[in-house]
């Protein structure tokens, strides 16, 4: 249900943090993907062995720390995040974060984040009526956060009043209610990804050196946003997307019969595989000895799934291609967009430019537009560039969906 979607779960330092492991499960249940800040005071609480074990990854404390995965990782984390919980919003985070303090890992991620925040007050009596403490919940309202009202009831100390931590199951719906439905809730996304290989002997074959990473992203972008996602892959090492079919495929035209097949009845198809352009003309089901071949090697031209896709009689709403260019990126890819009938081609420069091309994990590219426009993307990761990448094509569905509508619609 969640699938795809990314929640930030911010612990902080009050002894209902006993309780959040069973929120972060409820939400691994739900297929989220669930990564844990805690500040220094949460730590004394809980273990973070803990959080990183019932959240399958590896737990953020601090700022300084070596990245594990990215960078900057407090900004990547942020840009990730589908909702960042709060949980428990301890008077210190709240007044923390209505000032706008970032002096660790948490309350910096929570002043970079973009997505919903939800903020789950718990603490003694007292201290939740203390005006301070109501301001500044007023404060991140006033920002646009959600804060949930605290169960009434004994508390830790044993006084009885409002600021007991709610039920998982009112922090969970409120979770639910935040993350909403992705922008491709409903939506059918094909997907290609990776080389093709074409068998000259069992042994031997042409095929180029694309990792699939960028397709494995798109694939994970698409399925976080809602979609239900195919995953058309030639051999890659990459593990597929949680809730993603994949097909796997060797040649080009095992591919084009997969994604010709998953292409009529979806809404967007979106060729980032590098299928080999040519197969040998003769094949051989045993080990060609070295002696027996001559040099000359006769070729054939595959199948172009793309411009196969781009003029089929039941064309997907829209199509994707991409255009790997060594030379005269931004012209050969406007070339390519006409010449196979794509509403979209992501450019990008193979070889030539150090971040960029077929195995890194970073590229640069241009989204190209059939209205002749072109977004020029600065160096991102493939990540990012599946995410521009679907922004520019939920657009075009809604587009379509506004021509599609009748007046009286
Ligand atoms: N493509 C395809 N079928 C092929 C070759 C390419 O569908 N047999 C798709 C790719 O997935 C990509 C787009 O066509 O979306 C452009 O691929 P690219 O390798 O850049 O160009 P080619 O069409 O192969 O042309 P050239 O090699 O001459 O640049």
Known sequence: MLSGRTVLVGACGGIALYKVPLLISRLRELRAGVHVIMTEAATRFVSPLTFQTVSGNAVHTDLFARPQLWNVEHIALAERADLMVLVPATANILAKAATGIADDFLTTTLLAVTCPVLVVPAMNAAMYRHPATSRN???LRGFGHEVLEPDTGRLASGAV???RYPSTERILAACLRLLGPGDLCGRKVVVSA??????????RFISNPSTGRMGFALAAEARRRGADVVLVAGPTELDPPDDVAVKRVVTTSEMRDAVLGEASGADVVVMAAAPADWAPADSFDRKVKKGEAGLGL???VTPDILAELGRAERRPPVVVGFAAETDDLVANAREKLGAKDADLIVANPVCREPGSGFAAPTNRAVILARDGSAEELPLMSKSDIASAVFDRIV???GRQAGLNRTPEG
């Open 194 to 203: 990776g080389p093709t290989r074409e068998p000259f002997d069992p042994v």
């Open 137 to 139: 919940i007023e404060t």
């Open 298 to 300: 006769r070729l054939v």
């Open 161 to 163: 009043g409002p600021g």
């Open 395 to 397: 657009l075009l569905l």
